[in-house]
């Protein structure tokens, strides 16, 4: 097999994983979002230490000491990411499922946004047009919902600027996800050591297990995930990263029967095209950019 047809099941593996993830969730309900979190975190550090163990990069980590810059961006990155995994839990353990897909279907308009007003990029036209589109499409299911899809924009938001603080630091994924895990744990361990009505071994072996294992719930689909982004294109990223919120959607309308008036739809329906320009825009973009590095190969004739 080649690396570029492993990198696509690695990349696929990962996003199928966190699709179907709100069948994980829903199985913790007898536990309260926080507690979910705060569980997720202690064993996510549990099973990234030992990942860092085997591959022996303690003294890389113990080397980052010496870099506070470093250490700052991932803190911020560990708040960020501690914000998506909470909003996601509530938005899946109150039945919002169909909202958490629509959040990480907006996400890439949201790095777009970002792009702009953080990095100074300048759009094409056929990004402003999805960016647009994707607007449109927030305002009609503001309408629809009566308020704003705060769960859909907290994990868009939060995902995209977490993507954006991660690419400017740049450390190995088990680094990383260890010294973020590290800095969200003590907090995580506060809360579960003064929680009076905690689930945890009260509410039964799976139940006790499935939260111990949330640990490697996190861990396994990140590093399939690394695994992919370096072996295939961006473009391939960018194609693959809508898996996780189609099947997520597909949960929640087939599933868990969640509502879809036909405002909703429309909402959704914009969304996609927006996602379709986009994907469409950059496609064209990379085309162009092969057939200009060609002409330069080539030299003058």
């Not at 969200?184 to 509410?203: D, E, N």
Request: some cysteine; aromatic content about 12%.
């Amino acid at each position: 097999m080649n690396e570029v047809r492993r990198g696509y099941l690695l990349g696929l593996g990962a996003y199928v994983m966190w699709g179907f993830f709100p069948l994980y969730f829903k199985h913790l309900q007898a536990a309260g979002a926080v507690e979910i979190l705060a569980h997720r975190v202690v064993w996510s550090l549990a099973t990234v230490a030992i990942i860092i163990t085997v591959l022996r990069r303690w003294r890389a980590v113990a080397a980052l000491r010496r870099e506070p810059k470093r250490l700052a961006a991932m803190a911020l990155a560990a708040v960020l990411i501690g914000l998506n995994w909470g909003t996601y839990i509530y938005g899946v353990n109150s039945s919002r499922v169909v909202e958490t897909a629509l959040g990480y279907f907006i996400t890439p308009l949201v790095v777009i946004m970002l792009g702009v007003g953080v990095l100074h990029e300048r759009l094409r036209r056929g990004q402003w047009l999805a960016v647009a589109v994707g607007v449109i499409s927030v305002v009609v299911l503001t309408v629809d919902y009566g308020r704003l899809p705060w769960i859909a924009l907290t994990l868009a938001c939060s995902f995209g600027l977490y993507g954006l603080v991660k690419k400017r630091v740049g450390l190995p994924p088990a680094d990383g996800l260890l010294l973020e895990s590290a800095t969200l744990a003590l907090p995580a361990l506060i809360y579960l050591a003064t929680l009076r009505h905690g689930s945890f071994g009260t509410a039964g072996g799976v139940h006790t297990f499935l939260l111990v294992f949330s640990g490697l719930a996190t861990v396994v689909p990140l590093l399939l995930f690394a695994g992919a982004a370096n072996r295939i294109p961006l473009y391939g990223i960018g194609m693959l990263q809508y898996v996780g919120p189609i099947i997520q959607f597909g949960l929640g309308v087939f599933w868990f029967h969640e509502p879809m008036p036909t405002a909703r739809w429309i909402g959704f329906a914009l969304v996609w095209l927006a996602l379709g320009i986009f994907t469409f825009d950059s496609f064209a973009q990379l085309s162009r950019q092969r057939s200009l590095a060609l002409q330069a190969q080539q030299g003058p004739a």
